[in-house]
């Protein structure tokens, strides 16, 4: 099953994404996802320019031979760059492995541990009252589990609300990033006020969630944490800036509020100490930035030994490639918490068909053999990359902070 053709698809159906598509000389196809919001063309170079001719030839079936080859071959291991362009390899490779033994990848990974896989969307208002009423417009549509995010009184902008209600791209198009303003007191008096709101609105039959987005010192988070008790939250997410593991400690001596972390996680040895010491409760490293399905399902299984369930990262950001591996994991491994879904534009669903659907508060993925996904190359040519970045954030005395 050798490798005969490498392609690296850069494509903008209302937001960039980089594909990656591997033809073995039979004509089996896989892809990956191997998009990083605002570096793009970096994960594009470094898979063109540096892995590209490592893979001519290869046998697409030694997936665990290639992956160590690009790791440990690199020198330079780990970082979002490097993890990003493994894991667009490693998934195209699932791929090809599920396509040649005629099974949907889950199979491959042991079968179905569960019906489906439980997800949650994203409700989000400038106002309480639209935050609110965002939750109900949720549960509404079968939603079981819903994430709250709201404007900040005196704050002009934060993150998770966008002006659209059903899309939220935080990225913006343009030679620089937007700058906001973040002033943690307006946030820390006012994010109470919110839970307190949609539990006394909606009640508590439905699991609420919540992301800091890295925003809070450790003690300023296990502040939050304590005053969101009452509230019975699922998550809180990313409380504080997650490169010191450590730092998690305090949050917990003082909460029992359940932590979620890894968005921004690459590999096992970003989040071993918070796993191995039960610091958090939810682990969000994700197929496409973790080093694809082969080194995630490492991550998992070491979290399954110390009680902490999965939580993937699930934003408009990663593709419905990224999405339709995460799904094949999601429903195989043991310890299975819950899985991040903000859905697509119609535009890129034309981009990326896909077989997994939304039913009854949960994604089921496609039986099809390989993942269930692919990528219009016709279609995605119509859409030009667009320089992007991520907003950057400061304090209302101009101090540089994390967004
Ligand atoms: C966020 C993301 O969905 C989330 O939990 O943290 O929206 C994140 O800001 C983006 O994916 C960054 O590209
Ligand atoms: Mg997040």
Redesign the pocket.
Known sequence: MKIADVRVIVTCPGRNFVTLKITTESGLTGVGDATL??RELAVASYLNDHVRGLLLGRDASQINDIWQYLYKGAYWRRGPVTMTAIAAVDTALWDIKGKAAGMPVYQLLGGKARDGVLVYG?ANGATLDEAVAEVGRYLDRGYRAV?VQCGVPGLATT??VGKDRDF?E??TAGPRPEEAVWATEKYLDFAPKLFDAVREAHGFGFHLLH?V??RLTPIEAARLGRAAEPYRLFWL??PISEELQEGFRLIRQHTVTPIAVG?VYNSIWDCHRLITEQLIDYI?TTVVHAGGITHLRRIFDLAALYHVKTGS??????SPVCMAAALHLDISVPNFGIQ?Y?PHTPETDAVFPHSYRFEDGMLIPGDEPGLGVDIDEELAARYPYRQAY?PVNRLEDGTMHD?
């Not at 990262?313 to 990663?318: N, R, S």
Request: hydrophobic share 25%; charged share 30%; proline share 4%.
């Open positions: 919001n605002g994203h994430r993150y998770g939220y935080p990225a992301d987005h890295h997410e990313d968005e969000r990262h699930g934003a408009t950001d990663l991040e903000m991520l967004w």
